[in-house]
């Protein structure tokens, strides 16, 4: 049996980094943004003027996350906290990262990408993913 997996085109991940962007800089907020296909490999990054460089790679883990797990980052740590075991395992793995902010791509039920968002509040980075998402149809609660 072969399994197919859909990505998103590098294109529309450029599309959404730019909206999550936008939503930010509109916002007042700073942030840095990475939007990875549906096994994590980065396809679209973008750091704003003015924030750090360790936050690009927190966004880039949020996006590698969310679209490998295929759930919000937000989520796997509710999950993770109602479960010391979990906890424990999850938090010595390399590239996962439960800070809000990191949301699946999601077209026609299906993970197609993951979008990282950090530098701002955990409710502001969500926003700006949020957002970029909504702008393309591409949300759903994962």
């Known amino acids: 049996m072969i399994h197919e997996t859909r990505n998103i085109a590098s294109d529309m991940a450029w599309k959404l980094a730019a909206l999550a ?8 907020w700073l942030v840095a943004v990475v939007v990875t296909d549906a096994q994590g490999c980065p396809l679209s990054a973008l750091r704003m003027d003015g924030v750090a460089p360790p936050i690009l790679d927190f966004a880039g883990d949020k996006a590698y996350t969310a679209a490998t797990m295929r759930r919000s980052t937000a989520a796997w740590f509710e999950r993770m906290n109602a479960s010391p075991g979990l906890r424990t395992g999850l938090a010595n793995r390399s590239r996962l990262l439960v ?3 990191g ?18 509040a955990e409710a502001e980075d969500i926003a700006c993913a949020r957002a970029a998402l909504e702008a393309l149809g591409l949300f759903s609660e994962l």
Do not use: T
Not at 21 to 28: L, P, Q, T, V
């Open 99 to 101: 800070w809000g902010g």
């Open 103 to 120: 949301l699946p791509v999601v077209l026609e039920g299906q993970v197609i990408g993951g979008i990282g968002v950090s530098g701002a």
């Open 21 to 28: 962007r936008d939503h930010a800089a509109d916002s007042g």
